[in-house]
């Protein structure tokens, strides 16, 4: 007798574009021999962009604390030569014992449960001066450290969805970790729209006539997600927006969920985080950073954090939200150690003067720059295809272009066609959410720009004969 399973619908119903059916026909090409170049998804390592040296460095020697000892032993020995025979730094080596100390028992035993708490103290140092004079300072006890900003989302929206009611604002589109989480919770996603034909930025009138429809339909809205810089649009939002989404939050007494994992991701645009704008209003603030992005781009190191501002009292529970979220995290034990270590080094850069800050430096603006390239490379080849139009700044590490497409074919026939005829692997707009009657795609501008120049101009071809031919 073979075992039929009557499953969870919220996780069999669940869905996630940037894992879906064209990236997992990209899979069956690339099996087949076909030559695939993977931007259906914000993973920089899997397309060449090199580790920062200074954190596999110090990584190194966390993993293999007997090599301290003997990189000693081989500096004095070698005094004079280190540079040239490419020996680890002093900073490296002092870093490393000094993350050793801090965790006590080295990367292969459990921390505590929200992360080891000098890496929780860094990470509260690091807010504290990434916002300045915002008067409000960051509590290590009310940080997490997480398994990539993933985890602290879903941890969030766990403990805020109690019943299929409950709502959660998304933008449209937004990056599917939020729909498939609400929906994996059994909540009501509830959407706003951005504009964007105004670069993708966030009205008042916007959110309020959101949530109107949403408790008009008997939904209980208890918070707005924000992700800024925006993936999959790119969107940097300015200060006054995210004034406008605190003050709204604030008048309707729901929790902001800011996802800031792109922060570092803004080309010459200006970051301003949600804990910054926030001051004295009384909202509920949680917010993600995360190792995965950047200039570090170390998604499979999985570090991240999860920052609680003015946690609310839990009703029933005689606590707040963080003594759960504290139990959510205890149930996986700890956040793995590596990643806490990487999102120690995130927040804890070389100083200006030690021996690693120069190629440290030069290593992020060189991978900055590049990103920045890449993208523009892209939105010029935009210019030469009919009827494709891109808002917005530059920010993340995406664009999503608006596409005009022949009646009658969809956005995902198109990404679908697009890969079969080049190799490239983008996803469909609909993969994210869009506005009624627009057709979109994203791409993740990551490829090497060598790849990008074989790639861009059959993209084009490709492009202008599906739009003549339909
Ligand atoms: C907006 C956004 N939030 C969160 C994540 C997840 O990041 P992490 O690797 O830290 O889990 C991503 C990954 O692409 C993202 O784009």
Same mark, same amino acid.
């Given at each position: 007798m073979?075992?039929?399973?009557?499953?969870?619908?919220?996780?069999?119903?669940?869905?996630?574009?940037?894992?879906g059916?064209?990236?997992?026909?990209?899979?069956?090409?690339?099996?087949?021999?076909?030559?695939?170049?993977?931007?259906?998804?914000?993973?920089?390592?899997?397309?060449?962009?090199r580790?920062?040296?200074?954190c596999?460095?110090?990584?190194?020697?966390l993993?293999?604390?007997?090599?301290?000892?003997?990189e000693r032993?081989?500096?004095k020995?070698?005094?004079?030569?280190e540079?040239?025979?490419?020996?680890?730094?002093?900073?490296v080596?002092?870093?490393?014992?000094?993350?050793l100390a801090?965790?006590?028992s080295?990367?292969?035993?459990?921390s505590e449960?929200?992360?080891?708490?000098f890496?929780?103290?860094?990470?509260?140092r690091?807010?504290d001066?990434?916002?300045?004079a915002?008067?409000?300072?960051?509590?290590p006890?009310?940080?997490?450290l997480?398994?990539?900003?993933?985890?602290?989302?879903?941890?969030v929206?766990e403990?805020?969805?109690s019943?299929?009611?409950?709502?959660?604002?998304?933008?449209?589109?937004?990056?599917?970790?939020?729909?498939?989480?609400?929906?994996?919770?059994? %909540? $009501?996603? =509830?959407?706003?729209?951005?504009?964007?034909?105004? @670069?993708w930025t966030?009205?008042r009138?916007?959110? !309020? #006539? +959101?949530?109107?429809?949403?408790k008009?339909? %008997? $939904?209980d =809205?208890?918070?707005?997600?924000?992700?800024?810089? @925006?993936?999959?649009?790119?969107?940097?939002?300015? !200060? #006054? +927006?995210?004034?406008?989404?605190?003050?709204?939050?604030?008048?309707?007494?729901?929790?902001?969920?800011?996802?800031?994992?792109?922060?570092e991701n803004?080309?010459?645009g200006?970051?301003?985080?949600f804990?910054?704008v926030?001051?004295e209003r009384?909202?509920?603030?949680?917010?993600?950073?995360?190792a995965?992005?950047?200039?570090?781009?170390?998604?499979?190191?999985?570090g991240?954090?999860?920052?609680?501002r003015?946690?609310?009292?839990?009703?029933?529970?005689?606590?707040?939200?963080?003594a759960?979220?504290?139990?959510?995290?205890?149930v996986?034990?700890c956040?793995?150690?590596?990643?806490q270590t990487?999102?120690y080094?995130?927040?804890?850069?070389?100083?200006?003067?030690?021996?690693?800050?120069?190629?440290?430096?030069?290593?992020?603006?060189?991978?900055?720059?590049?990103?920045?390239a890449?993208?523009?490379?892209?939105?010029d080849a935009?210019?030469?295809?009919?009827?494709?139009?891109?808002?917005?700044?530059v920010?993340a590490?995406?664009l999503?272009?608006?596409?005009?497409?022949?009646?009658?074919?969809?956005?995902?026939?198109?990404?679908?066609?697009?890969?079969?005829k080049?190799?490239?692997?983008?996803?469909?707009?609909?993969?994210?959410g869009?506005?009624?009657?627009?057709?979109?795609?994203?791409?993740?501008?990551?490829?090497p720009?060598?790849l990008?120049?074989?790639?861009?101009?059959?993209w084009?071809?490709?492009?202008?004969d599906?739009?003549?031919?339909?």
């Amino acid at each position: 007798m073979t075992w039929e399973l009557i499953g969870n619908r919220n996780v069999i119903e669940m869905e996630y574009a940037v894992r879906g059916p064209v990236p997992q026909r990209a899979a069956e090409l690339r099996k087949q021999g076909k030559k695939i170049i993977s931007c259906n998804i914000g993973n920089p390592q899997a397309l060449g962009q090199r580790p920062m040296t200074y954190c596999r460095q110090v990584m190194s020697l966390l993993e293999d604390p007997s090599r301290i000892a003997r990189e000693r032993e081989l500096k004095k020995a070698l005094a004079g030569r280190e540079r040239q025979l490419g020996l680890l730094s002093d900073a490296v080596i002092e870093t490393a014992e000094r993350i050793l100390a801090g965790l006590g028992s080295g990367v292969g035993a459990y921390s505590e449960s929200h992360g080891a708490v000098f890496i929780r103290e860094a990470v509260a140092r690091f807010i504290d001066r990434r916002d300045g004079a915002s008067g409000v300072r960051s509590d290590p006890e009310r940080i997490y450290l997480t398994d990539g900003a993933s985890e602290g989302a879903r941890h969030v929206l766990e403990v805020l969805i109690s019943k299929p009611s409950d709502g959660v604002m998304i933008p449209i589109p937004q990056y599917p970790l939020y729909s498939a989480s609400i929906r994996k919770c059994g %909540g $009501t996603q =509830v959407n706003y729209y951005p504009d964007e034909d105004a @670069g993708w930025t966030l009205s008042r009138a916007a959110l !309020e #006539e +959101s949530l109107e429809q949403a408790k008009r339909q %008997g $939904t209980d =809205v208890k918070a707005i997600v924000v992700i800024n810089p @925006g993936n999959p649009t790119g969107a940097i939002l300015p !200060e #006054e +927006s995210i004034r406008d989404v605190l003050d709204f939050a604030a008048l309707h007494r729901i929790a902001v969920i800011a996802d800031e994992v792109y922060q570092e991701n803004v080309y010459g645009g200006v970051f301003v985080s949600f804990a910054r704008v926030l001051g004295e209003r009384d909202v509920p603030l949680f917010s993600l950073h995360s190792a995965s992005k950047g200039f570090y781009g170390e998604c499979g190191h999985r570090g991240g954090y999860l920052e609680v501002r003015n946690p609310p009292r839990v009703k029933g529970a005689n606590t707040d939200l963080c003594a759960i979220l504290y139990k959510q995290a205890s149930v996986s034990l700890c956040p793995n150690v590596m990643g806490q270590t990487l999102t120690y080094l995130m927040v804890n850069p070389p100083q200006r003067g030690s021996e690693p800050y120069d190629l440290f430096v030069a290593e992020r603006e060189g991978i900055l720059a590049d990103l920045h390239a890449k993208a523009t490379m892209i939105r010029d080849a935009f210019r030469e295809m009919q009827g494709v139009k891109c808002f917005g700044k530059v920010g993340a590490m995406y664009l999503f272009p608006r596409l005009s497409l022949p009646p009658g074919t969809s956005d995902f026939d198109y990404c679908m066609a697009l890969l079969e005829k080049t190799g490239l692997c983008t996803v469909n707009g609909s993969g994210f959410g869009q506005k009624e009657g627009t057709q979109h795609l994203r791409i993740a501008f990551l490829p090497p720009k060598d790849l990008l120049a074989e790639v861009l101009p059959a993209w084009v071809a490709f492009h202008n004969d599906y739009v003549r031919r339909g």
